[in-house]
């Protein structure tokens, strides 16, 4: 296990001091419910929060607000987080109860948050210097990419449904299917006298967005 971690650091370019925290922050609750990673999470989220947040006002120090918000908001979410950890392989580093003769596939979720909490305990083991730079060089594709902002497909389409019917699309859960641990939700869409559209994704949040790009791809006004 000691390797493991070394391997780890290797990759983070991070030597901690106290290697203790270091697995704990990768120690989910079920494999041990007293002593886990649920609060450096807590704190790794605001940690990454404030570093990304600082970044982007050197970045674009002219830009409204509201653009900010939407290069933040696609930095620290869930799909970049989990972007990030399987860069670095996190899920074989996780410690998680593996019921015996079963294979364990690690939730999306899991893997994402177990992320936040690493970032969490450099920062107590190390400092905000540390975990900054820390920061600044696993996400620097991901600021890169940040350039450009666009409107997402479901944004897009309310402001074409209000301005033409005065009401917002309506979407419908249609179905929910696959395993727990890899859903697929399928979602219609439609608006005023227009037919369903329907599209799939992994969440139901995904499937809108699918929905929504779909019907701005076919729709012929």
Not at 185 to 195: C, M, P, Y
Request: charged share 30%; hydrophobic share 40%; glycine share 4%.
């Amino acid at each position: 296990m000691k390797v493991l971690y070394t391997s780890l650091e290797k990759k983070l370019g991070v030597n901690f001091k106290d290697k203790n925290l270091l697995v704990k922050s990768l120690t989910h609750k079920s494999f041990d419910n007293q002593d886990n990673n649920e609060k450096i999470e807590f704190l790794g989220d605001r940690v990454l929060g404030l570093v990304i947040a600082k970044k982007l006002l050197e970045i674009y120090p002219t830009e409204k607000e509201g653009i900010l918000d939407k290069k933040f908001a696609s930095l620290v979410n869930r799909k970049t987080c989990l972007q990030i950890a399987n860069e670095i392989e996190l899920e074989k580093y996780i410690l998680i109860f593996r019921p015996r003769n079963k294979k364990t596939i690690i939730e999306d979720k899991v893997v994402a948050d177990s992320c936040e909490a690493l970032i969490g305990a450099i920062y107590l083991d190390r400092g905000f210097t540390t975990v900054e730079k820390t920061i600044l060089n696993l996400w620097k594709k991901h600021l890169e990419k940040s350039v450009i902002t666009e409107i997402d497909a479901k944004t897009k389409l309310q402001e074409l449904s209000l301005k033409k019917f005065k009401k917002l699309p309506t979407y419908k859960l249609i179905s929910n299917t696959g395993p727990r641990h890899k859903p697929n939700f399928k979602v219609a869409v439609r608006l005023k006298d227009t037919k369903n559209i329907y599209a799939n994704g992994t969440s139901i949040k995904n499937a809108e967005q699918a929905a929504a790009k779909k019907f701005l791809e076919n729709l012929k006004l």
